[in-house]
């Protein structure tokens, strides 16, 4: 039943969900990071434009972008959860 062609080995142990796992940690480091980086072009774009000060733009009362702490800990995690899997 387990032949060389590997039929008869669980799918949980042929190593492909490991590597997909690791492709999807990727790509979710990768969306945060780039998030984050628009989140920080954009806040630099509304100081320079006049529209918001700097502690506006990032602080926790903002309107426009993501508070800068809260982007950061959100790529912390996204990277302790890569770890974990």
């Known amino acids: 039943m ?3 062609s590997g039929e008869g080995v669980p799918r949980a142990w042929d190593g492909s ?10 790509a979710l480091i990768l ?3 780039t998030l984050l980086a628009c989140d920080v072009i954009g ?6 434009s ?7 733009a990032w602080g926790f009362d903002t ?3 993501v508070p800068l702490p809260v982007g950061v ?6 990277k302790r959860l ?3 899997r």
């Open 73 to 78: 800990l959100a790529v912390a995690q996204a």
């Open 43 to 48: 806040g630099f774009i509304a100081v320079a």
């Open 2 to 4: 387990d032949g060389p």
């Open 17 to 26: 969900r490991a590597e997909s796992r690791m492709a999807l940690g990727r």
């Open 31 to 33: 969306a945060m990071l």
């Open 50 to 56: 006049g529209v918001d000060t700097w502690d506006h």
């Open 63 to 65: 309107e426009y972008t």
């Open 82 to 84: 890569r770890r974990q």
